[in-house]
């Protein structure tokens, strides 16, 4: 079995779900170049919990967790089976408490990037939560724990933004604020290094890790996707680029 891929996207709007842009352009030739995983395991910045919770419903429900959209991304479905036994391997490969969910189910940040890699929605996708009272060296150790489901050909999926404010957001600006470029940059120089724990410890960043984002949550699947990435790994970068001032759509590819 080829060992699968662990990958982080930055998701950006949910309107890439339904729309034809450079980011989404590269989406689409990841889920056609990359080796094709059995299951995906994603960590979405938007399920940020107190504790850790996995969903293991073969059914998941499709969760349309935004407002203010155009109808069309809402009629938008992804029904994507889920894995039963791959939740419950999860929960026992990962030391910390964990427990099941199903209230939730899969969120924008799953399916509007995987509508686009995998539109026939053919593939079982299991969704973990993130642990909003962890810290960054938990997140980054709960990817070690469960970087050898990998060899049983699941994709490690992170899906959120290395640098990410809505309120400083400039509609009107293509790039980044200069702080969101020289952060964006920071993490990845550290990747390409394989210096992970400047990722793990981004505050040594300086002032720009200070105005990256004012909560964790976007930031945080990053954490997980290193944390499964191996050193044997070639690492990818894809859609290298900050936009409308403070929205970093930078995503890291790490495969055989």
């Known amino acids: 079995m080829t060992r699968a891929p662990a990958l982080f996207v930055g998701h950006g709007s949910p309107m890439n779900a339904i729309e034809d842009n450079e980011f989404t352009t590269k989406w689409i030739e990841l889920g ?5 995983p059995e299951a995906i395991l994603s960590v979405s910045a938007h399920w940020f919990t107190k504790g850790t919770w996995i969903g293991d419903s073969e059914r998941p429900k499709q969760i349309y ?15 994507a089976i889920g894995n039963r036994a ?22 924008h940040g799953t399916w509007s990037v995987l ?37 049983e050909g699941i994709m490690i999926l992170g899906s959120g933004n290395i640098v ?4 400083r957001i400039d509609w009107n600006m293509e790039s980044g ?12 120089d550290a990747i390409l290094e394989g210096k992970y ?7 040594e960043a300086g002032p720009s890790a200070k105005l990256a984002f004012r909560t964790p949550e ?8 290193l944390g499964a990435a191996d050193v044997t790994d070639r690492v990818s970068v894809f859609n290298d680029a900050c936009v409308m001032g403070s929205i970093s759509m930078t995503g890291y590819a790490f495969y055989k």
């Open 65 to 79: 967790d935004m407002y203010g959209f155009p109808e069309e991304l809402y009629q938008l479905k992804y029904p």
């Open 218 to 225: 976007h930031y945080d699947p990053l954490l997980y996707v």
């Open 86 to 107: 791959l939740a419950h391997s999860v929960i026992q490969k990962i030391t910390t408490s964990i427990e099941v969910d199903n209230s939730w189910g899969l969120d």
């Open 32 to 36: 056609n170049i990359l080796p094709r």
């Open 164 to 167: 990410h404010d809505l309120a």
């Open 115 to 151: 509508c686009r890699m995998y539109p026939m929605a053919d593939i079982p996708v299991v969704q973990l939560s993130i642990d909003g009272t962890a810290s960054s060296e938990d997140h980054f150790q709960m990817g070690r724990e469960l970087a050898d489901l990998r060899d």
């Open 197 to 203: 724990e400047k990722a793990v410890q981004y505050q």
């Open 177 to 188: 604020f200069p702080y969101a470029e020289e952060f964006d940059n920071y993490i990845k």
